[in-house]
């Protein structure tokens, strides 16, 4: 049987005559798995639940749900539940009935119902607040009836719209691991919205990076950290130093008018490129020692680093996290290692880079 829960096959969407909102996108998701759909506002991450929900049309393509093709199966149908930015909790029902209404539509035994309220109230930690006032219930508490009501249904997916935004800091890192501890516990495939990459980089088993109604990037996060494949992702995702530069040859990349070894290989002679590198992975030295020369435009302590930057002889800004100070002024040198230093080529597809990605661990393993 296969593993695949959802499957996504060239699905457009276009809102009446506006301009097209997902372009072509497809994607699969496995069963009892973390997702983050994470994208800047407007990106299209809304209209990709709704359409797995059901309650919006794909305009072209074809969307499958346990190998069977649901374009056409409507909301009520769908083995999904979907939790809500806004929560959409019922004011006037107390946290019970709140929690027991989609089972009272589906007219299930009045001891039934009390059970499976009680046991999903316990899941999300809030037994005994059976008889409270929605109203009377905080932020966090609210967060945790929505998710109650989504999860009595025993649905296959659960869809989260964003559902921490409305959360203070303190109690959305709380809430985020309350949420990936409850996946686990049910097992049961999530498909989380956020705009906050950290965010999706915390919780997730796999991240869907989205930008203008593509999928630009899919994997764990740690692929997507440490192997972005292009500006957009390389900028989205945590902070990043991004230059132009040269494929020399494979192992041999030129930026800022210097030569320097990297791992990356598979690139056309002289094809250019873009260059990675995260400010973690800069290192600071003396002037001379420098595989780099900048000189220190700003600092800032940051509580466990020092938020450094310099500007190069090309007028190149650098960002450094380092333990070292650097005083603004001065002229410094930088250090990295090969592993540092990520080539991006332009426009290259996520089917290329991964072919291109693979044929380097080949190559490692032939070395051995
Ligand atoms: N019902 C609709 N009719 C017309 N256009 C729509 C409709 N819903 C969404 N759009 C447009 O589709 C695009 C994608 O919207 P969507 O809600 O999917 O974005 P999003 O990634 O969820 O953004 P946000 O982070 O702001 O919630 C936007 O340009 C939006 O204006
Ligand atoms: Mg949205």
Redesign the pocket.
């Known amino acids: 049987m296969s593993n695949t829960i959802i499957q996504f096959k060239n699905v457009t969407k276009q809102?009446?005559s506006?301009p097209t909102?997902l372009n072509d996108v497809s994607f699969e998701i496995e069963k009892g798995k973390f997702y983050t759909l994470l994208?800047?506002?407007?990106?299209?991450?809304?209209?990709?639940l709704r359409l797995i929900a059901g309650f919006t049309e794909a305009t072209t393509g074809e969307i499958y749900f346990n190998d069977k093709r649901i374009n056409q199966v409507p909301a009520n149908k769908r083995q999904v539940n979907t939790v809500f930015q806004d929560y959409a909790l019922f004011p006037h029902l107390n946290v019970f009935e709140n929690v027991a209404f989609g089972l009272r539509i589906k007219k299930m035994k009045k001891t039934d119902i009390e059970a499976k309220v009680k046991e999903a109230l316990s899941f999300v930690n809030l037994s005994g607040y059976e008889a409270r006032e929605i109203k009377e219930m905080s932020g966090g508490q609210r967060q945790r009836v929505a998710i109650a009501r989504a999860i009595v249904n025993e649905p296959e997916v659960i869809l989260l719209d964003?559902p921490l935004s409305a959360l203070d800091l303190k109690l959305r890192y709380q809430m985020q691991y309350e949420l990936r501890d409850l996946q686990k516990r049910l097992g049961i495939t999530f498909i989380f919205?956020t705009?906050d990459q950290e965010e999706a980089l915390a919780m997730s088993d796999e991240i869907f990076v989205i930008n203008k109604g593509k999928i630009q990037q899919s994997g764990t996060p740690n692929d997507i950290y440490d192997e972005p494949i292009n500006r957009f992702v390389a900028d989205f995702i945590g902070e990043s130093n991004i230059v132009k530069g040269t494929m020399t040859r494979d192992y041999l990349v030129e930026f800022v008018g210097k030569r320097f070894e990297c791992v990356d290989m598979g690139m056309n002679t002289n094809e250019p490129v873009e260059i990675v590198i995260r400010p973690e992975d800069l290192e600071i030295t003396s002037f001379d020692e420098g595989m780099l020369q900048v000189n220190v435009h700003s600092q800032l302590f940051r509580g466990v680093h020092y938020e450094i930057t310099g500007i190069d002889q090309d007028g190149n800004e650098w960002l450094v996290h380092s333990t070292k100070k650097a005083n603004v002024g001065d002229n410094i040198g930088l250090k990295f290692a090969p592993e540092a230093i990520h080539v991006m080529r332009f426009n290259e597809t996520e089917e290329d880079f991964d072919k291109r990605l693979d044929s380097y661990t080949e190559g490692d393993a032939n070395e051995q």
């Not at 994208?39 to 990709?48: A, E, L």
Request: charged share 25%; aromatic share 6%; proline share 6%.
């Open positions: 809102y009446d506006d909102v994208g800047p506002s407007g990106c299209g991450k809304t209209t990709i964003e919205v705009h």
